[in-house]
């Protein structure tokens, strides 16, 4: 009698999806950690299985075919549904299991999200947590990964994105440099001194509010060191070589000892919002349901954040 071999058919879609969603046979076995030959391997398996081809390959790029489309519509409803079961069967809705994978900025990330994250390892113990530390906009299908946190970005609309606190700012000098100036009385002053540039976020000018104005004062600044580390901005603010824009709550302990003044107090950047952002999905796992809890509760009360002003 022929031995007929088991086919898992979740994993061979689960294997089609990522080709598609990579762009390439490499990329999906990139993400899954497995080898090119293994992912063609079960594309043509699942071709076989359903009689029909899926993508037409050349040298350079995949290209669904109709019946590739309908079948990557069918197969994103199989899986989610698939981890659904997996969600409510498999263990307790409060306990998620599996890999969470996040893309935090380095400085929020290395910093001031690390004891709620321990807090969220600690209690939920069959869950890990792949924690990236990048200042790049997240390309969730090409990166795999399940969420990200950016700061001061702007919302993009194919995402879902969550505010969950703001970092406000603030204007700040070493104590040398401003003896070397007139000291700045109006917003205007500040054009005549030397500038360090957190280009994420300021590069050629600046915006000042005065209280609760929304009609901002708009400076421009000319830089003698442009960079998009945030330690780096306020690293060289502490040398003396200019003044920048940082979050108070890398600096607040610089102002309290005297290392750095708080520069106009009474004009503020606008703060920068802080986002979860993750793909929109028809299912959602409970390790990503469970730390967007938690995000939106812990957030707002970390050191130098702020709950959202209306």
Not at 30 to 52: D, F, I, N
Not at 130 to 152: E, K
Not at 242 to 248: D, H, P, T
């Amino acid at each position: 009698m022929k031995r007929t071999e088991r086919i898992d058919r979740v994993e061979l879609m689960r294997t089609f999806v990522r080709i598609v969603e990579s762009g390439s046979l490499s990329g999906a076995a990139r993400q899954m950690e497995t080898t090119q030959a293994t992912v063609s391997r079960r594309l043509q398996s699942l071709e076989t299985l359903l009689g029909v081809r899926l993508l037409l390959r050349t040298t350079h790029a995949t290209k669904l075919t109709d019946d590739g489309e309908r079948c990557y519509q069918h197969a994103r409803k199989v899986i989610d549904s698939w981890l659904a079961l997996e969600d409510e069967v498999g263990q307790s809705e409060d306990e998620p299991v599996g890999t969470l994978r996040v893309r935090a900025p380095h400085a929020f990330g290395q910093e001031q999200l690390l004891v709620p994250l321990s807090q969220f390892l600690t209690r939920y113990p069959q869950l890990s947590v792949d924690w990236m530390l990048n200042d790049r906009t997240a390309d969730f299908l090409s990166d795999n990964i399940d969420c990200a946190i950016r700061v001061g970005a702007e919302i993009d609309p194919n995402t879902v994105s969550v505010l969950l606190a703001e970092v406000p700012r603030c204007v700040v000098a070493a104590p040398s440099l401003l003896a070397q100036y007139t000291a700045p009385e109006t917003p205007e002053d500040l054009c005549a001194f030397p500038w360090i540039a957190l280009k994420s976020f300021y590069h050629q000018h600046i915006e000042l509010f005065e209280g609760m104005s929304e009609q901002p004062k708009r400076i421009a600044i000319s830089p003698r060191l442009s960079t998009d580390s945030l330690y780096v901005t306020r690293n060289m603010a502490l040398s003396g070589l200019g003044l920048a824009v940082v979050s108070n709550w890398t600096v607040e302990e610089d102002i309290r000892e005297g290392r750095l003044i708080h520069v106009l107090p009474g004009w503020q950047p606008a703060a920068l919002p802080v986002h979860l952002v993750y793909p929109w999905s028809r299912y959602y796992p409970a390790r990503l349901r469970r730390f967007l809890e938690m995000m939106r509760e812990v957030m707002p009360q970390i050191a130098g954040m702020r709950k959202p002003i209306p």
